[in-house]
């Protein structure tokens, strides 16, 4: 079968992984387009590595099928393995090995002679901010640079599609950005990326298309726009002046809002309300018609808290957070284990 030179990066349909009891990943469906970063949201055990180590033929599906530009996994599986490369908890690199001598020694086992080896190392080493850490062995490196070797590594060779299993978490905030950088230009050099996380937020800043997974099920797929537009058309984020007040605020602006939920946040002043899209039903992905019904309502629903004479200091609406979408999709928010109470 050729390669269909515009076809998606990664087909799968109903793809299956059982242990034991365990329906790990449970008939997953993606199609993923070429040249783009795709997130695949899920909490702790959803199936992600699951999935990502199916498609990356390190794990057998036991049903459905999935093709890697065209390939399948298990019959073509040697097709497949020269066109992707992974990361995760798999990094290859060793620690009492300096950066360079890692990259230099894995450049060679892949095939480059010395000099080339070397010189690709340098370059990666400069691109992912470790020139100055070049000559220091790996088990001396931050969890941030560790991270960005472990990618180093794992484009080489410049992959066609590169799995990052969870690349930024326990990395502390300025890292992440670091590692989400390095994503932006090894996208831009035309590698596809499948990025798993269990950070929203994470997705937000990279993926253009995003599959939330939870118990090894696709429950919902669409650009950012469109998932967050399944959850309504907005959020109001108030703060009042008075926290003795919030009870009343809250029958207020359900009242207000025509039945929304209204969420109390940590804060005592502080409370967020998800906004429908003016007709009851639920927002149409792409239909953007909600937007200034949800301006207007949330106009109305701040005068009649000054009517009340409840001080609001703070006050915005925008579009719901990727964590009230997996929170409006499973009742619970992302990261949560199943059996746990959301805190
Ligand atoms: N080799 C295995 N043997 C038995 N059960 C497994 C195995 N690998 C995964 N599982 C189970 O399959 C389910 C999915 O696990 P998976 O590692 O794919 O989740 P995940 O989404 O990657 O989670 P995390 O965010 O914690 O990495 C879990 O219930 C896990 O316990
Ligand atoms: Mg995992």
Redesign the pocket.
């Known amino acids: 079968m050729t390669n269909d030179p515009s076809g998606p990066a990664i087909e799968t349909s109903g793809l299956v992984?059982v242990?034991?009891e365990?329906?790990?990943?449970d008939g997953v469906d993606l199609v993923v387009p070429r040249g783009t970063v795709y997130g695949v949201l899920?909490?702790?055990?959803?199936?992600?590595?699951?999935?990502?180590?199916m498609l990356a033929t390190l794990?057998r599906p036991d049903g459905g099928e999935a093709r890697i530009f065209g390939k399948d996994v298990v019959h073509d599986a040697n097709d497949v393995r020269s066109l992707v490369s992974l990361t995760g908890q798999y990094a290859s690199v060793d620690e009492d090995l300096t950066g360079t001598e890692n990259l230099v020694l894995l450049g060679r086992l892949l095939g480059h002679r010395p000099a080339a080896a070397r010189v690709r190392a340098a370059q990666l080493l400069e691109a992912f901010g470790l020139a100055d850490a070049a000559a220091k062995q790996v088990k001396n490196y931050s969890g941030g640079m560790r991270r960005r070797i472990d990618i180093a590594a794992s484009i080489l060779n410049t992959p066609d599609l590169l799995f990052l299993?969870?690349p930024t978490?326990g990395l502390d905030p300025r890292s992440r950005n670091q590692v989400w950088d390095i994503v932006r230009v090894v996208v831009a050099q035309g590698t596809t990326v499948l990025l798993?996380t269990?950070y929203l937020d994470e997705a937000d800043q990279l993926a253009s298309r995003i599959a939330v997974?939870d118990h090894?099920k696709v429950i919902a797929e669409g650009t950012k726009g469109e998932l967050k537009a399944s959850v309504g058309a907005g959020s109001v984020h108030l703060r009042l002046r008075d926290a003795a007040q919030r009870a009343e605020a809250v029958a207020l602006l359900e009242t207000a809002l025509a039945g929304a939920q209204v969420q109390l946040e940590p804060d005592p002043v502080a409370l967020t309300a998800r906004v429908g899209d003016g007709d009851g039903g639920t927002a149409h992905a792409g239909g953007h018609g909600g937007g200034r019904g949800a301006a207007a309502q949330a106009a109305a629903a701040l005068a009649e808290l000054a009517r009340a004479d409840i001080t609001v200091d703070n006050f915005s609406l925008g579009q719901p957070s990727l964590d009230e979408v997996f929170l409006a999709l499973t009742d619970r928010p992302a990261g949560a284990e199943t059996q746990e109470a959301a805190a």
């Open positions: 992984k242990f034991g365990t329906r790990a990943v899920g909490p702790n055990g959803a199936g992600k590595t699951t999935t990502v180590k794990l299993d969870e978490t798993t269990q997974i090894g």
